[in-house]
């Protein structure tokens, strides 16, 4: 079955943790991108990578860090210094010569 | 900066009744603009891209076009399954991401 996965769908965080998003793709595609998505706004691009161990800053990337170890595998951590961090997580891949974006399911998370 | 504009920001419709979603635009260097469909509490559902003003690409009910300075994306007879969020996204210039539009939620009732 391809495609991309997230995981998990809802998450649950206390103020000063650390959590960890998870997105893996079958789909062979280069490029992977975390957006956030509040209600009312648009998509915001949070960290995007082309090729495996080499990521780049979106438009609003202070308190998330990311990794690309695997070209199957884009990881992103909400860090306590992220001071609003309740919105909904889309991971997303793009691939050959194409500007063509792919989403997966979503993560929300959730601030206690 | 690029500026991408969606309206309305909400339609509803009756079964039956076509209409038109719009999409405009600000950009240097237009290399695609993008349809997305989003259900609720799911990720956006790749629809279209458009590339060249004239150029047009149809699904089902479904009907992208694109201008020099907009996009519309036609529904035709629409069903209440296409109630959904209609996001406009685009790239230009020598950029690596797209910049996205709010949406227009859509309502298509009996």
């Known amino acids: 079955d391809g495609g991309i996965t997230q995981s998990p769908k809802y998450l649950f965080r206390k103020e000063g943790q650390n959590v960890t998003l998870s997105c893996e793709q079958n789909?062979?595609?280069?490029?992977m991108y975390w957006y956030r998505q509040d209600p009312g706004q648009g998509l915001r691009l949070i960290y995007y990578?082309?090729?495996?161990?080499?990521?780049q800053k979106g438009d609003i990337a202070e308190g998330y860090s990311v990794s690309r170890e695997k070209k199957e595998s884009f990881p992103l951590t909400v860090t306590s210094a992220q001071k609003n961090p309740t919105a909904f997580y889309l991971c997303?891949?793009?691939?050959?010569?194409?500007?063509?974006?792919?989403f997966g399911p979503g993560t929300r998370l959730t601030v206690l | 900066e690029d500026q991408v504009t969606q309206s309305p920001e909400a339609l509803r419709l009756q079964e039956g009744e076509s209409s038109s979603l719009n999409c405009s635009y600000t950009?240097?260097?237009?290399?695609?603009l993008f349809w997305y469909r989003q259900d609720p509490g799911k990720g956006p559902e790749f629809l279209f891209t458009?590339?060249?003003a004239g150029e047009e690409k149809e699904k089902e009910r479904l009907k992208a076009t694109l201008t020099k300075k907009e996009s519309f994306l036609h529904i035709t007879a629409p069903k209440p399954e296409d109630s959904a969020t209609y996001l406009c996204?685009?790239?230009?210039?020598?950029?690596?991401?797209?910049?996205f539009g709010t949406g227009t939620r859509l309502q298509v009732t009996l």
């Open positions: 997303a891949t793009a691939g050959g010569y194409t500007d063509t974006q792919y």
């Open positions: 950009v240097s260097g237009l290399r695609g």
């Open positions: 789909l062979n595609h280069d490029a």
């Open positions: 996204a685009l790239v230009a210039g020598t950029a690596s991401k797209l910049t």
């Open positions: 458009l590339y060249s």
């Open positions: 990578s082309q090729i495996v161990n080499d990521f």
